[in-house]
């Protein structure tokens, strides 16, 4: 097969709709739609959860041609208009997708204007054992689930010194209120707090968890805060930011109430997990794409009392992937 000429002209380079996968035209938007993966249905329904847009397989890309005929192209999962954002899902072993990952270097070549992400195997399977699922009944704490010390009590005690310390002077002169989304917080916040030198007020938030929702659920709150903010200066505390979904359905409600201001605090920060572009004014450390457990932070509600944080090893969350077709990149034969 003949590789993509350099420069293509333009008027190859035009992306081809796909039919609609539609199958009912009632029902919840993940439930109405044909999909070629098992993975592919339930990101859909994780989207639908957090009330994101969302159209499947809507065009392709033409990524190589034999003369002036289209050979192969590309076509990602999943659009998501209010973003402007492809996403291309993989549940392949991570030594299994460097094919897809020259295509997909290929596409952003040819289409730069174009902004697409790959969610990796090991992103998916993390994504819905933060949402509550997972492929083991864990009832107790097992060493052999515990991969390396990521960061160290001491670590942790000098870096929420450090971000008190800037929040005590970005806000002097001022009042606070401290909103913490429970409960991956628990810890992080009372440190945070004590240090903090300027006088503030503590509330807290929580959203009802996505597993185990019903198909027609979304996202909403299950404790909201009990002080009014309206006019104050709130300073939400986040235990970890991955995707932005959680934070900004969050940061829109907290400001439909008119704070005088709104900053974030996490203690944990992936911006290359990150699907919504959310500001986080103070974080506390950037971590790779691991599940992490320690300080507040859990899995099945077990390992929040570790005094470090560190890697939860992927046989204890990783879930039956069984696809219901196999995966393809949409070549034209």
């Not at 996202?219 to 991955?242: M, Q, T």
Request: hydrophobic share 40%.
């Amino acid at each position: 097969m003949a590789s993509a000429p350099s420069p293509v002209p333009e008027k190859w380079r035009r992306p081809v709709r796909q039919r609609s996968r539609l199958i009912r035209r009632t029902g919840p938007a993940h439930s109405r739609v044909e999909f070629a993966h098992r993975s592919e249905h339930e990101f859909a329904r994780f989207l639908d959860y957090y009330r994101i847009r969302w159209v499947y397989e809507p065009v392709s890309f033409p990524t190589a041609w034999e003369g002036e005929r289209v050979s192969e192209m590309f076509t990602p999962d999943f659009y998501l208009p209010e973003h402007d954002l492809y996403i291309e899902l993989t549940t392949m072993k991570q030594s299994l997708v460097t094919p897809k990952n020259r295509k997909l270097r290929l596409l952003r070549e040819l289409y730069p204007d174009v902004n697409v992400r790959l969610l990796y195997r090991k992103d998916y399977h993390q994504l819905l054992a933060k949402a509550g699922y997972g492929a083991l009944e864990v009832q107790h704490l097992r060493k052999e689930d515990i991969g390396e010390i990521l960061i160290s009590p001491v670590e942790l005690e000098t870096r929420v010194r450090a971000l008190a310390r800037k929040i005590s002077r970005d806000y002097r002169g001022r009042s606070l209120v401290l909103v913490g989304v429970l409960k991956g917080i628990t810890f992080f916040y009372a440190d945070l707090a004590r240090q903090i030198k300027v006088p503030f007020v503590i509330d807290y938030m929580d959203l009802k968890r996505f597993a185990g929702a019903l198909p027609r659920a979304r996202v909403s709150v299950a404790r909201d805060i009990d002080y009014p903010i309206e006019g104050r200066h709130v300073l939400l505390v986040e235990d970890i930011v991955n995707t932005g979904l959680t934070l900004d359905y969050l940061l829109s409600g907290l400001r439909e109430r008119g704070p005088a201001s709104i900053e974030v605090v996490t203690l944990l920060d992936r911006p290359t997990r990150r699907l919504v572009n959310v500001a986080v004014r103070y974080v506390g450390f950037q971590i790779p794409n691991d599940y992490v457990v320690g300080y507040g932070l859990d899995y099945r509600e077990l390992y929040r009392n570790l005094p470090f944080i560190c890697v939860l090893k992927p046989h204890v969350y990783e879930v039956d992937l069984a696809p219901a077709a196999a995966e393809g990149d949409g070549a034209v034969s």
